[in-house]
């Protein structure tokens, strides 16, 4: 993308940013409480508000269509072809937004509309570069509560001391991150990630998240692994150490291991029989370098991805 379209239109105060997918139900209320919340409650502030259609299979495309035509000015529809993913359509909404801050919220009022105002004067009054919403508690169940805390506490200790504990979705960034974000060319990226890269000091506001009124969460726990994966490679040398280290103690045990054999059978005259105690051995040994060569293809398909240079995401049309 040569330029990006927020460089050639005016500038704006603040964008909101909305990916859906399969929000049917939840896309106009989120758009009248923020209307009514947000909107209403910074008159002086211009605003715009981008849907990102992310390949929904149900009637969220009409809805948002219904939703422009109550406020064509305000309201940008950016379709995708396919389904891309949340990541991809938030760097969607960012790279195509005209705000001097931009605010990402999801689709199904998980997420309070009404601390975004807090979130704008910390912006503009203060001059916070990073406001993150952390979820200090959700509604949810006892399963996705704590998949999500191992999650968070994984990354915490292994990529970023600053991640909170229950992680977060619900930020607003400001033109500084905004360009870094956009500049970057990072493959599988981990969003929140890039957003504490930056270095930026950022301002936490503690909430408690809500469970979902209608419908059910897209977000499984397949893909909560592959971004946590997404996360550790991208950020931490961690696994690449963790191969070395081990590999080092193996070789030590396996060195004593030996040594105990030999001095058993010239001093003890106690043979080493059975074929049990070999397979055993033969067998951890097989799995840690299965483990080994795991990561490295890991490593190495993301090279790959990174030499390949393909879009995040494929635009089958923009309403502006």
């Known amino acids: 993308m040569d330029d990006f379209k927020h460089k050639k239109q005016g500038k704006i105060d603040y964008s909101i940013i909305i990916p859906v997918y399969c929000n049917q139900e939840e896309l106009r209320k989120t758009y009248q409480a923020i209307m009514t919340m947000v909107v209403e409650y910074n008159p002086s502030r211009s605003y715009e508000i981008i849907f990102i259609d992310d390949g929904s299979v149900d009637s969220s495309f009409e ?51 009404d601390l975004i105002n807090n979130m ?26 704590k998949t999500s805390k191992l ?8 990529s970023f001391p600053n991640m909170p504990e229950g992680g ?25 990630g890039q957003i504490l890269w930056t270095g930026y000091p950022v301002k936490f506001i503690p909430y408690q998240r809500k469970k979902r009124e209608t419908g059910s969460s897209k977000w499984t726990f397949g893909m909560k692994i592959k971004y ?16 070395t280290v081990l590999g080092m103690i193996i070789s030590g045990l396996g060195f004593l291991y030996a040594c105990v054999i030999f001095f058993t ?5 106690i043979p080493i029989k059975g074929w049990a105690p070999i397979m055993i051995v033969v067998l951890i040994l097989s799995g840690f370098q299965m483990l080994m060569l795991g990561v490295i293809g890991e490593y190495v398909w993301r090279t790959l991805e990174q030499v390949r240079r393909r879009d995040h995401y494929v635009i089958e049309k923009i309403y502006d």
């Open 228 to 243: 946590l994966i997404d996360g550790v490679m991208a950020y931490s040398y961690v696994p690449l150490r963790f191969m």
């Open 120 to 145: 704008l004067e910390y912006h503009f009054k203060d001059g916070v570069e990073i406001v993150v919403c952390k979820r200090d508690s959700r509604e949810e169940s006892f399963f996705r509560r």
């Open 168 to 192: 977060f979705d619900f930020f607003l960034i400001g033109s500084k991150v905004k360009e870094a974000l956009i500049k970057s060319k990072e493959m599988n990226p981990f969003l929140q």
């Open 265 to 269: 059978k010239i001093f003890g005259g």
């Open 151 to 158: 999650f968070y506490k994984i990354m915490n200790k292994l």
């Open 63 to 113: 809805n948002m269509m219904e939703l422009k035509k109550l406020n064509p000015q305000n309201v940008k529809i950016i379709k995708f072809t396919r389904n891309f993913g949340q990541v991809s359509a938030i760097r969607a909404g960012v790279e195509h937004s005209r705000g001097r801050c931009v605010v990402n919220i999801s689709a199904d009022l998980q997420d309070p509309p």
